[in-house]
């Protein structure tokens, strides 16, 4: 049984060599529990945070302790009446190809109804990190103008989809061509930037934004922000989801002070995390599922094959390796 535990905390870019493969036996169930077998496993920007030994709102990783992440896994035994045999689950779980679960915290998923990969993406976390945040804090009306950052990836690609359904005139900023002909051709956006070879950003922004952005779903942080803050229209709404770009400083970052900008143009500028709606998730899901299913909803994943690759696959996302979710299949 492979096990991925916190070698070293990461100094800057995460590298494979931070984490440490170990084996252990496979484990044995007690009354009330069931054995999980990892199938498919979420790999998240936000895991970089947990490497670090600070205060935030989850606990830090240990050293030498399990990794653990968003994963699918497939019920192999049972003793807990709640789950059987065959069942498939998503939670929170360790980087362990085999684990013990009393079942808590585990939600049961069918394969039928959707691929079992979208619960970790457009029908878990990412999913409902795009609709909360964008609807709650972005309150998008018909007609404004919406710019996404880090456009092409799990948040970010439904994000736009939903904002167009909002009516919403949607511009994407993404770190390659590809991406940024696929954010038109398959997730609706009508216009969308590469950050990697643009000149001046807030010259560019401004040119696909004529009307000025309305509202700002930021994934990413730091200068590609500061060139959309430049762009706001009055009274615009700034959704501060993530902040990848600064993700790997070893120093704090200095920028455009922001205060003054919020002032002149009497504008919102709120960070969230998607457990703060942890009780509304059903009905977020409910939406989601539905779109999908009416074909107003779609979604793209970057499968990573393999449980030895999932260090790798993290430290893609920090490469702009994927386009839609970042998942390992095990
Ligand atoms: P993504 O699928 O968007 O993957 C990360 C992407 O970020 C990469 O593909 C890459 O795309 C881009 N990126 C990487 N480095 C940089 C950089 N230096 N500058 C600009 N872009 C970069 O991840 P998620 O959709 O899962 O997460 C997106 C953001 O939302 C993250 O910041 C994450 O922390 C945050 N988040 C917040 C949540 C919350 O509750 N507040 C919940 C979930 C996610 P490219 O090729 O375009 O550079």
């Given at each position: 049984n492979k096990v991925i535990l916190l070698g070293k905390r990461p100094h800057g870019k995460p590298q494979t060599s931070d984490f440490k493969f170990v084996e252990e036996n496979k484990p044995k169930i007690s009354k009330g529990e069931v054995l999980l077998k990892l199938s498919f496993v979420s790999v998240d920007p936000y895991l970089r945070g947990r490497m670090i030994d600070a205060k935030s709102y989850v606990p830090p990783f240990q050293l030498n302790e399990p990794i653990t992440s968003g994963c699918v896994a497939e019920v192999?035994?049972?003793?807990?009446?709640?789950f059987k045999q065959g069942d498939f689950v998503a939670g929170s779980m360790d980087w362990k190809q085999y684990q013990t679960s009393t079942g808590e915290g585990l939600l049961k998923v069918d394969g039928k109804q959707a691929p079992l990969s979208t619960y970790l993406g457009v029908l878990g976390m990412t999913g409902l990190t795009a609709y909360f945040g964008l609807t709650e804090i972005g309150k998008p009306i018909k007609g404004e103008t919406i710019v996404v950052s880090g456009a092409a990836g799990a948040v970010g690609s439904t994000v736009g989809q939903i904002a167009k359904m909002k009516g919403c005139r949607v511009i994407g900023i993404a770190g390659t061509d590809e991406k940024v002909a696929m954010l038109k051709?398959?997730?609706?956006?009508d216009g969308a930037i590469n950050y990697n070879t643009t000149k001046d950003i807030t010259k560019d922004i401004a040119a696909a934004c004529p009307n000025g952005v309305d509202v700002y779903f930021d994934n990413v942080g730091g200068d590609i922000s500061d060139g959309v803050h430049a762009n706001l229209n009055r009274l615009g709404r700034i959704i501060v989801c993530g902040a990848i770009s600064t993700y790997n400083n070893t120093s704090v970052p200095t920028g455009p002070r922001v205060e003054s900008f919020l002032i002149k143009k009497s504008a919102l500028m709120q960070g969230f995390i998607v457990s703060n709606y942890a009780a509304r998730f059903p009905e977020g899901m409910k939406e989601l599922s539905g779109w999908m299913k009416e074909g107003k909803l779609t979604y793209s994943e970057t499968i990573v094959e393999g449980f030895n690759n999932i260090p790798q696959a993290f430290i893609g996302l920090f490469e702009g390796k994927n386009s839609g979710k970042m998942i390992v299949k095990i």
């Open positions: 192999v035994e049972s003793k807990n009446e709640r051709s398959k997730f609706g956006y």
